[in-house]
Antibody, heavy 122, light 108 residues
Framework: QVQLQESGPGLVKPSQTLSLTCTVS??????????WSWIRQPAGKGLEWIGR???????NYNPSLKSRVTISVDTSKNQFSLKLSSVTAADTAVYYC??????????????WGQGTLVTVSS | DIQMTQSPSSVSASVGDRVTITCRASQGISSWLAWYQQKPGKAPKLLIYAASSLQSGVPSRFSGSGSGTDFTLTISSLQPEDFATYYC??????????FGQGTKVEIK
């Protein structure tokens, strides 16, 4: 059973860089044709896809965040990471990591981490 | 970006009721749509993919239909564990993948 677990600081100061890591267990991050994504959810609001990475290192980002986002992968540690720069209070949210797998029509998120709350505040 | 609009935003229902949630895409997305269930404090869970295919382990009282721009999630007989928020997600036009704003199913 694949499991994902987010880790990183729960408090980040405005203008600084948010850094989170997702550790994948129960399977190799390099096996299969999976994409590994970050998704966030402000309190009481909906879901926003941030970006994804393939184990080759190929990335795609949400255009609304592209200038501030970097997603990377470390296959030796079975982890992938998110960096979001120049954060403001609007970046306060629960951040999820998730696995995208191909099901007939398109990639869907079939495994998720439990989520980690990141608050941007001085 | 493709905008996903769900209706209603919330619905009050009783155990045993049939519940229908609608999701409309701002442009055609064929059958590239998923439905997720999210309970408070938990991550979303994949229920339906490719508009109408049931994810493994999901009860058969959940069903999905539609194609193009209009989609429906139906719960045939609402159970206590089904009270949650439901999201649709389009997987056709990328980036970005986008979600609906959510529909909260509440106890009547």
């Amino acid at each position: 059973q694949v499991q994902l677990q987010e880790s990183g600081p729960g408090l980040v100061k405005p203008s600084q860089t948010l850094s989170l890591t997702c550790t994948v267990s129960g399977g190799s991050i390099s096996s299969g044709s999976y994409y590994w994504s970050w998704i966030r959810q402000p309190a009481g609001k909906g879901l926003e896809w941030i970006g994804r990475i393939y184990t080759s290192g190929s990335t795609n980002y949400n255009p609304s965040l592209k200038s501030r986002v970097t997603i990377s992968v470390d296959t030796s540690k079975n982890q992938f990471s998110l960096k979001l720069s120049s954060v403001t209070a609007a970046d306060t949210a629960v951040y999820y990591c998730a696995r995208g797998d191909y099901y007939d029509f398109g990639y869907y998120f079939d495994y998720w981490g439990q989520g980690t709350l990141v608050t941007v505040s001085s | 970006d493709i905008q996903m609009t769900q209706s209603p935003s919330s619905v009050s229902a009783s155990v045993g009721d049939r519940v229908t949630i609608t999701c409309r895409a701002s442009q055609g997305i064929s059958s590239w749509l998923a439905w997720y269930q999210q309970k408070p404090g938990k991550a979303p869970k994949l229920l339906i993919y490719a508009a109408s295919s049931l994810q493994s382990g999901v009860p058969s009282r959940f069903s999905g239909s539609g194609s193009g721009t209009d989609f429906t999630l139906t719960i045939s007989s609402l159970q206590p564990e089904d009270f949650a928020t439901y999201y649709c997600q389009q997987a056709n036009s990328f980036p970005p993948w986008t979600f609906g704003q959510g529909t909260k199913v509440e106890i009547k």
